[in-house]
T-cell receptor
């Protein structure tokens, strides 16, 4: 399902560098999310946005910021990357107009901080 | 507090054996429960939802409110079922409806 697209798919960056992960969707969904996946910890919610003017912190927002540039775009930034932010990051979307809360995921972005 | 617990990190079975991936939840209201699956090097995708009461790829899951469980079952495992499985709960928190995931269980089906 290429409706939720993440760039870059893989990135290695140095400690202290700023890195941005971008997400765009063609599903027309109003809600967008950023999750982080770590082995043994599952998926943890970083930030979520229920519309363009709505930004909310998730479980683990420290060290991250987001921008909802348009309904279809939601970017995640690490202002000063640190090694424990090495993880697989997923963008996701959902549609508030649809019964239930099915979330559709992007393919993930592997980020390594060295 | 809302919580999803998957007690097994790894479940290893032989092909043709029955499979049960456990999921317990904590939620004060009426939850919506989901199972998501992630095959190797692929994105997470929805496997099934409790409100649909459907069977997908031979998997079923029944919501047991008394035991606060939503275990995923399949009578005869196949090698292609090997994947990470995540149980998720959709509930209201802070005025918003959010999806909370368990830590996941890796299912390994051996020939």
């Amino acid at each position: 399902d290429a409706d939720v697209t993440q760039t870059p798919r893989n990135r290695i960056t140095k400690t202290g560098k700023r890195i941005m992960l971008e997400c765009s969707q063609t599903k027309g969904h109003d809600r967008m999310y950023w999750y982080r996946q770590d082995p043994g910890l599952g998926l943890r919610l970083i930030y979520y946005s229920f519309d363009v003017k709505d930004i909310n912190k998730g479980e683990i927002s420290d060290g991250y910021s987001v921008s909802r540039q348009a309904q279809a775009k939601f970017s995640l930034s690490l202002e000063s990357a640190i090694p424990n932010q090495t993880a697989l990051y997923f963008c996701a979307t959902s549609d508030s107009a649809t019964a239930g809360n099915t979330i559709y995921f992007g393919e993930g972005s592997w980020l390594t901080v060295v | 507090a809302q919580r999803v617990t998957q007690p097994e990190k790894l479940l290893s079975v032989f092909k043709g054996a029955p499979v049960e991936l456990k999921c317990n939840y904590s939620y004060s209201g009426s939850p919506e429960l989901f199972w998501y699956v992630q095959y190797s090097r692929q994105r997470l995708q929805l496997l099934l939802r409790h409100i649909s009461r459907e069977s997908i790829k031979g998997f079923t899951a029944d919501l047991n409110k008394g035991e606060t469980s939503f275990h995923l079952k399949k009578p005869f495992a196949q090698e292609e079922d090997s994947a990470m499985y995540y149980c998720a709960l959709s509930g209201v928190s802070g005025g918003y409806n959010k999806l909370i995931f368990g830590a996941g269980t890796r299912l390994a089906v051996h020939p």
